[in-house]
């Protein structure tokens, strides 16, 4: 029999079993190996990207408060951020931990806080301003965020002033009641506030001449409403009045998350 008959002959016998496994194979074969060339495209094309985040509970404490703070790893980029080491860095001789100040990070392409339970706590044993960095070496890269933490002598801050806002305010944040604790150096205000809906968390900003602007950290520091107000005093009392704008953390900015709302803060001198 001339080949070309035999061979078509023998297509007509196994082509029904052969291409319909054929075919499985390939889409096998595909599924294993497309993810993995999808990923060698992505990390010859793009760098691992992430961002660090610093959540104090308190931006501005006396001597002797404890502060209560959280690092966030936000991945910012299409790879997932690889393994690495996350490390804790302050004056050793102004702050004080029990706590260990380094931590293995597993790596992933979702947001993680650290610790993953309670905050990590910071005593406070001298005045000033100091800074605390959080530092992530991956396997990739190498990322930094920076806060700082003022800490004033242990004495009775008082009542809010024209002169001086440190002290505790009644606010107002759109349909939210509740108060703010603020302690005023130089232009910087920084404190902490706590809502009636259990909302709570830390601000820092300016108060320079009659503007008020300071941004309230929302359940983590991706989410925030800023600020944006004036206020006037009469003696008695201090008035803040503004809106305060809902914002997110979208790539390398802050967009907003809604609309505004009223800012009112009221702090009566005594």
């Not at 004056?91 to 293995?104: I, R």
């Not at 905050?119 to 890269?141: C, E, M, W, Y």
């Amino acid at each position: 029999m001339p080949r070309p008959r035999l061979i078509r002959r023998l297509y007509r016998l196994y082509s029904p079993k052969l291409v319909p496994f054929a075919l499985a194979l390939g889409g096998l074969l595909g599924s294993v190996f497309t993810p993995l060339v999808q990923q060698a495209i992505l990390r010859h094309s793009f760098k691992e990207k992430a961002r660090l985040f610093l959540d104090l509970d308190k931006h501005a404490v006396r001597v002797g408060e404890d502060i209560g703070l959280k690092i966030w790893v936000v991945p910012a980029g299409p790879l997932p951020v690889t393994t690495g080491i996350l490390q804790l860095q302050f004056d050793k001789q102004a702050l004080g931990t029990h706590e260990a100040t380094t931590f293995a990070y597993a790596g992933t392409d979702k947001t993680v806080g650290y610790p993953e339970s309670s905050l990590f706590k910071l005593s406070t044993r001298s005045p000033g301003t100091f800074p605390i960095v959080a530092v992530l070496q991956t396997s990739r890269n190498r990322y930094e965020a920076t806060s700082e933490i003022t800490v004033l002598p242990p004495t009775s801050p008082g009542g809010p002033s024209e002169k001086n806002f440190s002290g505790t305010w009644e606010i107002s944040l759109g349909a939210l009641n509740g108060t703010m604790s603020l302690v005023e150096d130089g232009t910087t205000v920084a404190g902490s506030y706590r809502l009636n809906n259990n909302t709570q968390g830390s601000f820092r900003g300016i108060r320079d001449g009659f503007a008020f602007r300071v941004d309230f950290l929302r359940i983590r520091p991706t989410q925030k409403w800023a600020i944006d107000a004036t206020w006037k005093g009469s003696g008695e009392y201090v008035e803040i009045n503004g809106k305060a704008r809902p914002m997110r953390l979208e790539g390398e900015e802050f967009i907003a998350d809604g609309p505004e709302v009223p800012f009112l803060a009221v702090g009566h001198s005594y």
